[in-house]
């Protein structure tokens, strides 16, 4: 049977999204009528989008998240990066991953979309521009991957068809040149090295580690920033990111930091 | 069945002009093809008779070398600073009758322009008396865990194995021949895994077109034997387990040689009895060499074709990186459909539809699950006057339908330009590996010192990268579409 996350069709994404924690605001996230344009099932499917559903109630963020310690990290043991900051989850309605283009996704992952300052790093606790006021959260992941749609969920926010984006500062001991940013997504994204386009994962993607590898690019000496954004109709929303040096060996005499 | 050595001067004189299309590319006209080694920056093969072939890549041959002495079937092994050259005088079942001495004499180069080169004479090291019911020719040399072996007969009775001094090439003392095989011709020894190898030519030579020459093969855990093949036939008994046979416009392969480049490339000189694009005239071949379940076989070096590249790390095929293009198609018609309702075929995407969403100019390229779609189906194909490595011309690879050519991208990328202009950066050496999978090289990239090589760098991301033998990175298949 087809997953979510796949290309079929998953119900639930089309419909109209509420909170349920009744201080949240009602969140549209499809317009099916458009979704119908492309794909004509919908239209007659009972994924039609006009239907309101209410948000589960927030599950928190243990145990796959924790509040950031003080000082700056590490990467683990394998090199993944997982300090970040992480921004509440954006609507923008996908009933399938297939549609997820480089076009489409450059057009919507881009710094044009970025819902602030795209060169400044935001502070844990701020608000992003936008409907709904997204607020920037500074966490650390227990797991290698950074599992967005925990995220999501955790915080009673809507978990398919979105968009997160996710900030970090890598500290280096050292120009280090050569070096490539190996990441995986679920599902597509976009990454930024100190502003420039640096990689990009398209297409209806499994998260796998080091599924793409940027060109050679160089860490400056001192601060980094690392910005990327993720985009999900149906499935589980996750990414990992390491930096590999000139041999593909991960990078672990850095830091991380989120300030 | 005729002796190898014998009659491989009649195809030697059959010297008729006219085009080498078919495998190796210059005049590689040889019978009886000793193991073809390095010497002086070029490769080296002797034949019967005194000459041999030379070439600077393993591609192009021509008429070369020196080999005094006369005489059938040489073999060359280098161990230090010396080629040991042996040959057999006599035999063979025609002026002799079988009566022959299989001799040895050693030279620091191969290239009679080196200061280096100059035989000097070892002598006799095994004989056959014309009575007994074996006869010395087309010796074969193994040099292993720092021992030097002799392998030495033909149809004519016995294959038989002595040791010689690595020191001198002289026989050691007190050695006595021991018999591995039976009714062989043009046998080789190979060590491998704790195996030896026995490998030898069944079947007619020297007949053009009408030889059924071809190679088998038999192991044991000693080099005395017994060697069984997949069978558990001995050899001695005539057993032997096929390697390589005729195919294609080439006849009779036989006289086997090991060819060790290293990083999982292992091929096998032969000579082709006939070579049909050739007047039928014996030539050399080099072909890929596999190891399945610890036994030799022959191996094939791509056809042309279209194909998905797909990756052994990843499974991903490699596609040109451009936006996805849907095929209409409305699920209910799978979902909702009666089984009485009429399946009508749907037709594939086409290259003109997938086609839309393609850049004019250079493409990225990357890796992606294959999805039968125009961008990611390669046409690969030999460049006629191309050139080639060591057995293997140089191919383009181009999308199906179109002259946009894989290339040598900036920063040890890979990419697609819109033609193919036989460029270095676009030509492709592809060599199968050990374990049936294939090697993908830019030729722009052969004459370095470690050349790099089509690799899944992520799962994703294809790139050019040093090759690895011990990662599956740089290896590749290709499916048919």
């Not at chain 1, 924690?21 to 979704?35: C, D, E, H, I, K």
């Not at chain 1, 450059?106 to 606790?125: H, W």
């Not at chain 2, 749907?346 to 992606?368: F, H, K, Y």
Request: one cysteine or more.
């Amino acid at each position: 049977m087809p997953r979510p996350g796949q290309q079929m069709q998953d119900f639930r994404v089309g419909l109209l999204w509420r909170r349920a924690n009744p201080a949240s605001r009602t969140r549209r996230l499809v317009t099916a009528m458009l979704l119908g344009a492309l794909t004509p099932v919908v239209a007659q499917a009972q994924t039609a989008g006009m239907v309101e559903e209410a948000l589960p109630p927030p599950t928190g963020l243990a145990p796959l998240f924790s509040p950031t310690t003080a000082g700056p990290g590490m990467p683990d043991s394998d090199g993944f990066l997982r300090r970040w900051l992480l921004l509440d989850p954006i609507a923008k309605p996908n009933r399938t991953n297939s549609g997820f283009t480089s076009s489409y996704v450059r057009e919507a992952l881009s710094p044009r979309t970025y819902p602030g300052e795209f060169g400044k790093v935001p502070r844990d606790g701020e608000f992003a521009k936008g409907e709904d006021a997204p607020r920037w959260h500074a966490l650390d992941s227990n797991l290698f991957d950074v599992k967005l749609f925990k995220l999501a969920q955790g915080l009673g926010n809507p978990t398919y068809g979105v968009i997160f984006w996710a900030v970090t500062v890598v500290n280096s001991p050292r120009e280090m040149r050569d070096v490539r940013l190996a990441i995986g997504s679920n599902s597509a994204s976009v990454w930024w090295l100190n502003g420039q386009e640096t990689a990009g994962l398209f297409g209806d993607r499994r998260m796998v580690m080091d599924d793409v590898l940027s060109r050679p690019v160089t860490l400056r000496k001192g601060r980094n920033v690392i910005r990327g954004a993720v985009i999900n109709g149906p499935g589980v929303s996750d990414f990992c990111l390491r930096v590999l040096d000139a041999s593909g060996r991960p990078i672990r005499d850095i830091t991380i930091d989120v300030t | 069945m005729k002796s190898a050595a014998a009659f491989s001067v009649l195809g030697l004189l059959l010297t008729l002009a006219g085009p080498a299309p078919a495998q190796l590319a210059g005049e590689p006209f040889i019978h009886d093809p000793s193991t073809i080694v390095q010497s002086d920056g070029k490769w080296w093969t002797f034949g019967t008779r005194g000459g041999g072939l030379v070439s600077n890549d393993g591609w192009v041959w021509h008429s070369g070398g020196e080999r005094p002495g006369g005489g059938v079937a040489p073999d060359v092994i280098k161990i230090g600073e010396r080629y040991y050259v042996t040959y057999a005088v006599g035999g063979g079942g025609m002026n002799g009758g079988h009566a022959s001495n299989v001799k040895v004499m050693w030279t620091r180069s191969l290239d009679p322009k080196s200061r280096d080169f100059g035989y000097h004479d070892v002598g006799i090291v095994a004989s056959t008396n014309g009575i007994e019911i074996a006869d010395a020719i087309d010796p074969a040399f193994l040099y292993a865990e720092g021992r030097l072996w002799l392998s030495y007969g033909t149809y004519f009775g016995a294959i038989r194995l002595v040791e010689l001094d690595p020191r001198t090439g002289g026989r050691l003392a007190g050695n006595q021949p021991v018999d591995v095989a039976i009714d062989m011709e043009a046998t080789a020894l190979l060590h491998r895994d704790g195996w030896y190898y026995l490998l030898g030519t069944h079947g007619t030579c020297c007949d053009g077109p009408n030889s059924s020459y071809n190679i088998r093969v038999g192991r044991s855990r000693n080099i005395t034997g017994p060697f069984v093949d997949n069978m558990g036939v001995p050899l001695l008994k005539g057993g032997g387990k096929l390697v390589v046979a005729g195919r294609g416009r080439q006849y009779g392969p036989g006289h086997f040689g090991l060819i060790d480049l290293g990083d999982g490339v292992e091929k096998y000189s032969m000579h082709y009895e006939a070579d049909l694009d050739r007047s039928g005239r014996s030539v050399l071949g080099i072909q890929p060499l596999l190891w399945t379940d610890g036994w030799p076989v022959g191996g094939d070096d791509v056809a042309p074709g279209t194909y998905e590249i797909q990756s052994e790390r990843s499974g991903g095929a490699l596609q040109l990186a451009v936006d996805f293009v849907r095929i209409p198609f409305d699920p209910r018609r799978s979902f909702r459909a009666k089984p009485s309702d009429p399946a009508v075929p749907i037709p594939n995407q086409s290259l003109a539809e997938n086609q839309v969403t393609w850049p004019a100019g250079v493409s990225e390229v990357d890796l992606g699950d294959y999805m039968i779609r125009a961008h990611q189906q390669w046409t690969i194909s030999p460049v006629p006057d191309g050139g080639g490595a060591f057995g293997t011309p140089f191919y383009k690879i181009v999308i199906a339908g179109t002259e946009r050519a894989l290339a040598v991208g900036p920063e040890g990328t890979v990419q697609a330009v819109p033609a193919f202009t036989t460029s270095p950066e676009q030509l492709w050496r592809i060599d199968q590996l050990t374990d049936g999978t294939y090697r993908i090289m830019p030729k722009a990239s052969a004459g370095a010192k470690e050349p790099l090589t089509l690799v899944a760098l992520g799962r994703s991301t294809p790139a050019l990268a040093k090759f690895d033998p011990k990662s599956d990175a740089g290896r590749w298949t290709f499916k048919r579409p």
